[in-house]
């Protein structure tokens, strides 16, 4: 399955992240050794965890929810935190990856989806952080895209229309904050059960787990 994924990917120029959340470091293992290297978690506890026991050459994402106490813990090491939704967030990232003397890749992550529990930022509040004088003095951190889950729905249709709205949103954001900043390029976009939709819609990174990993 991994490998037929990648080939779809691959003639898209998408990139996949392999959600392994709740599963063991063997299984992980396999699928590195078959040449993936870029692997998804939405715990801080676990990817520390796993991120000490595999290869130091894995690419790790964070892709779920993440307290500001927490960024410490991942600042050594996190390629691309895929859940950033506050200023202060951004701001601890900034002065966590400071402190490991690097730079962070960050997206701002957008709530498109119709439920309430999902996190993320509306447009105006990503307008507003990126307008902030805070946001400019952090050299620390690079934004390189936006990231939104759609609703949990069979509604195709709906699906669609909320990765739409999220590339409509990177499009305005682009020309209006990030103009001239090729690294503003990512749309993290995507999971198992609705990837095609989202790759139709301008994804150019997606999040997939259960469909290479088995159900959880
Ligand atoms: C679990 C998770 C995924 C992957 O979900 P699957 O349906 O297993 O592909 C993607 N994104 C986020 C934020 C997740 O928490």
Redesign the pocket.
């Known amino acids: 399955m991994l490998q037929e994924i990648l080939k779809e990917l691959h003639s898209k120029g998408v990139m996949l992240?392999a959600?392994s959340?709740t599963k063991p470091v063997e299984a992980i293992l396999d699928i590195y050794n078959s040449g993936h290297k870029i692997f998804?978690e939405?715990r801080v506890q676990e990817i520390v965890v796993k991120q000490e026991q595999l290869p130091n050459d894995i690419e790790w994402h964070l892709?779920?929810h993440l307290q500001t106490n927490k960024v410490k813990y991942i600042a050594p090491f996190v390629h691309l935190i895929?859940?950033i939704d506050s200023l202060k967030l951004l701001k601890e990232v900034n002065k966590q990856a400071l402190k490991n003397n690097r730079v962070i890749d960050c997206l701002l992550q957008m709530h498109i989806a119709e439920e309430e529990t999902k996190y993320g930022l509306n447009k105006k509040e990503a307008e507003e952080l990126l307008t902030s004088p805070l946001f400019h003095e952090m050299e620390n951190i690079r934004i390189t895209g936006l990231?939104g889950?759609a609703t949990f729905t069979y509604n195709e249709d709906q699906v669609r229309q909320e990765f739409k709205n999220l590339k409509d949103i990177f499009e305005s954001l682009k020309s209006r904050f990030f103009k001239n900043e090729d690294a503003f390029k990512e749309i993290s976009m995507g999971?198992?059960?609705d990837?095609k939709i989202a790759i139709e819609e301008g994804s150019t990174m997606v999040?997939?787990?259960?469909?290479?990993?088995g159900?959880?």
């Open positions: 992240v959600v959340k998804g939405n892709i779920g895929h859940s990231m889950m999971m198992s059960g990837y999040r997939i787990g259960s469909l290479i990993f159900a959880r």
